[in-house]
């Protein structure tokens, strides 16, 4: 789709496209940063492995209290693995923090065109607010440091699932040796998924946050932001791609005078959310910088399957098709069929918006992010009105 942008749309084409750009370079960046934790993460898994296997040796007597005595007693096993995560994913947050923060001054002066003034945080100051700013709110409603939440991670989340993994074995009547193999195996999969959640989030927490220091640091540049969310497939019951409230968001403008709303919701707005806040410039003509009208492309679309991109899985092994279009993600979604607008937004929410009875940008509250239940937009879980 060739599409003849106005100065100004260019302009704003050019500032997605350089933030998209950005982004992938970044979950790149994450990836490959992800490999740091992980043999530290490996070793504590064969540490406790081989803990289990010692303190189940000589446990004829198998029982649920015998399970939580010995998952209790990992917490001082894990001390250590706990710290190195938590400094890990700080040094990874830093990292891509001081990379955005040129980024972005690079992007909103569109290659030295816009003089602007650039932000100056050493790296001291950066691992400072990412170690010291609690995250939470939209992040299991619970505001949490970086440290609280990697020890919440091993202490409630891996023990919990590695408790019932061994009382799973224990009924089955496996010896220590298979229980001690079910202790790594659990282990192994849930910290990897957890410290992939942690370190996208955090390292995206820190994109944004060297985004939001740009534009402050230039307000007679930027007079507001726009909310950019993903054009990817949606599935709402597993939370994969792009999900509800992001996409009801995407394109929603924030601080302008013009604008319904001073400030957008948190960005990032949930685990491994992706979205960016765009900067809403002064036009070319206020800037002093006369442009030509262009030719150029729509945004970028990717349909996925409905499976976790983790570290080590490409993002080519999950999508079925590409293409561009013009718009937001309203306009993405209703281009779409019926089954990929179900998965997207469920089918109630799906069946009303295709009978008129709802729109597509009413679905989120855009002070909070909130996704409205069917109660609080008027209507029962079934789709009739209350």
Known sequence: MIE?????????????????????????FTDESLLRLQSAIDQTGKELQGYVRRRGRNITDWSKQRVKEITNEMDTLTVGVRSQTAAGISEIATEAGLAALKEHASILSFKGAIAVNSVSLSSNQLLSLVQNTPLGGTFSGTTRTLQDWVDNMFTTTMQNDIKKEMTVGM???????????????????????????????????????????????????????????????????????????????????FGTEDSLYDYPPPCPLHPRCRCNLLPVTKTWKELGLPLDEIKSQARHYVKRTNVNIDAGRSYKQTAYEKGVVKGNYKEFFEGQSKVFQKNAVGKVRQSLIARNQLEFKDLVDKKTGKLFSLNELGFTITGKRL
């Open 4 to 28: 003849k942008l106005s100065p100004d749309e260019l302009k704003d084409f050019v500032t997605l496209t350089r933030n998209v750009e950005w982004q992938y370079r970044l979950d790149q």
């Open 171 to 253: 009924l089955r009547g496996e010896g220590y040796k298979k229980l001690s193999n079910r202790v790594r195996s659990t282990f192994s999969k849930v910290t990897k998924r957890e410290a992939i959640t942690l370190t996208r989030s955090y390292v995206q927490s820190a994109n944004v946050g060297a985004q939001k220091a740009v534009y402050k640091a230039n307000p007679d540049v930027v007079k507001g932001v726009k909310w950019s969310s993903i054009l990817e497939s949606g599935y709402k019951k597993t939370g994969r791609g792009t999900c509800v409230r992001c996409a009801v968001l995407d394109g929603e403008i």
